[in-house]
């Protein structure tokens, strides 16, 4: 059974940063992409950033572009997601994602989330 | 900027409805790589129809999805108090990046 699970979310003054972890289990991880998805209060679905199964290749929204970096740990099948200049624009909750395979643009299971909150 | 949904549609149970998805030529039109989403708020979202009209394993032939141009549809048929949700498109829009639709909210009368 494929499962996320989140963790590291937070309240994060503006302009501080974060990391926000996910633990995969279930499936081969090095052979899927990764990714983070986000959901903004009383907002929609935002895809903010994807990496690829190996880790050499990392993709991200233009709002999240310098700020945000994605990796992961294949011997730890984990993806994490350093949150940093943050606005209060970026509070939501972020969603790990598995995408569906290789060139496979869609997410077959999502995590639970994990909120984090921009304020000072 | 977002791919455009309507922001609500609701039926009564038993009857059909249609949640429209409409992007541009750097998406929508360009890609088959749509895919659609049902999220109970509170809930992890959950895939329902990918690469246009495919469903994954488990999902009720109750859903179906096609695409015209630079516009997707969902479909669900004989409707259900529990299809009560959110629902979004989301859009391959070229170099590994993805666009999200506003989301549809259905109700279920």
């Known amino acids: 059974e494929v499962q996320l699970l989140e963790s590291g979310g937070g309240l994060v003054q503006p302009g501080g940063a974060l990391r926000v972890s996910c633990a995969a289990s279930?499936?081969?991880?090095?052979?899927?992409?990764m990714g983070w998805v986000r959901q903004a209060p009383g907002k929609g679905l935002e895809w903010v950033a994807g990496?690829?199964?190996?880790?050499?290749?990392?993709y991200y929204a233009d709002s999240v572009k310098g700020r945000f970096t994605i990796s992961r740990d294949i011997s730890k099948n984990t993806v994490d997601l350093q949150v940093s200049s943050l606005r209060a624009e970026d509070t939501a909750v972020y969603y790990c994602?598995?995408?569906?395979?290789?060139?496979?643009?869609?997410?077959?299971?999502w995590g639970q989330g994990t909120l984090v909150t921009v304020s000072s | 900027s977002a791919l455009t949904q309507t922001a609500s549609v609701s039926g009564s149970p038993g009857q059909s409805i249609t949640i429209s998805c409409t992007g541009t030529s750097s998406d929508v039109a360009t890609y088959n790589l749509l895919s659609w989403y049902q999220h109970h708020p509170g809930k992890a979202p959950k895939l329902i129809i990918y690469?246009?009209?495919k469903r994954p394993s488990g999902i009720s032939n109750r859903f179906s999805g096609s695409k015209s141009g630079d516009t997707a549809s969902l479909t669900i048929s004989g409707l259900q108090a529990e299809d009560e949700a959110d629902y979004y498109c989301?859009?391959?829009?070229?170099?590994?990046?993805?666009?999200f639709g506003g989301g549809t909210k259905l109700t279920v009368l």
């Open positions: 279930g499936f081969t991880f090095r052979t899927y992409a």
């Open positions: 990496i690829s199964g190996s880790g050499n290749k990392t």
């Open positions: 690469e246009v009209y």
């Open positions: 994602v598995k995408y569906g395979g290789n060139l496979k643009f869609y997410f077959d299971f």
């Open positions: 989301c859009s391959y829009a070229g170099s590994s990046t993805l666009l």
